[in-house]
T-cell receptor, first 114, second 113 residues
Framework: ETGVTQSPTHLIKTRGQQVTLRCSSQ?????VSWYQQALGQGPQFIFQ???????GRGNFPPRFSGLQFPNYSSELNVNALELDDSALYLC?????????????FGQGTRLTVV | GENVEQHPSTLSVQEGDSAVIKCTYS??????FPWYKQELGKRPQLIID?????GEKKDQRIAVTLNKTAKHFSLHITETQPEDSAVYFC????????????FGKGTLLTVNP
């Protein structure tokens, strides 16, 4: 196991609602990245947090937002949920964003929007 | 931004045969190329990676080659086993201060006993 944990594992929400997903990074890691993986696709980068600041963002609308806490855990918030937001949401933690160190993925949160 | 193309999308081999998956990338600044294995319902797990200052890397039955001039890299699995069956993703890092990984669409590898 990687030490990266996500909660909840599964979630069902209604269109228009808001959702918060959580990620606890591996001990010692200071960078967390979030990815969206639609069924049958590769993960797509949402954004990355380093030392509580957003450090890079993919092609996702502002209703996708995040936080990183002093202990390096992180949250992904999605407002005004749409059906297309149904996906596996993965977080990955790594040690230092200035070096290409390995990213360890959590098991993901399966979000279903109905 | 970076774009990663991966082929084939599905690959079926007999146990003991070799399997090769190929990826191309667009951003010449990319300098880190990991390969992930994802079993059904599980997290992506890094199986091997290569950095731009290396042309080839091997780990037991798995090897990766990188051609920076042509902007392509490949995964080679020899002596395949049924437990190698999974979806494999290649990825590229844009480099610089952003550790964003751009993934290919994946290859479903099936190893038939």
């Amino acid at each position: 196991e990687t030490g990266v944990t996500q909660s909840p594992t599964h979630l069902i929400k209604t269109r228009g609602q808001q959702v918060t997903l959580r990620c606890s990074s591996q001990s010692g890691h200071n960078t967390v990245s979030w990815y969206q993986q639609a069924l049958g696709q590769g993960p797509q980068f949402i954004f990355q947090y380093y030392r509580e600041e957003e450090n890079g963002r993919g092609n996702f609308p502002p209703r996708f937002s995040g936080l990183q806490f002093p202990n390096y855990s992180s949250e992904l918030n999605v407002n005004a949920l749409e059906l297309d937001d149904s996906a596996l949401y993965l977080c990955a933690s790594s040690l230092a964003f200035t070096q290409n160190t390995e990213a360890f993925f959590g098991q993901g949160t399966r979000l279903t929007v109905v | 931004g970076e774009n990663v193309e991966q082929h084939p999308s599905t690959l079926s081999v007999q146990e003991g045969d070799s399997a090769v998956i190929k990826c191309t990338y667009s951003d010449s600044a990319s300098n880190y190329f990991p390969w992930y294995k994802q079993e059904l319902g599980k997290r992506p797990q890094l199986i091997i990676d290569i950095r731009s200052n290396v042309g080839e890397k091997k780990d037991q039955r798995i090897a990766v080659t990188l051609n920076k001039t042509a902007k392509h890299f490949s995964l080679h699995i020899t002596e395949t086993q049924p437990e190698d069956s999974a979806v494999y993703f290649c990825a590229a890092s844009s480099g610089g201060s952003n550790y964003k990984l751009t993934f290919g669409k994946g290859t479903l590898l099936t190893v038939n006993p």
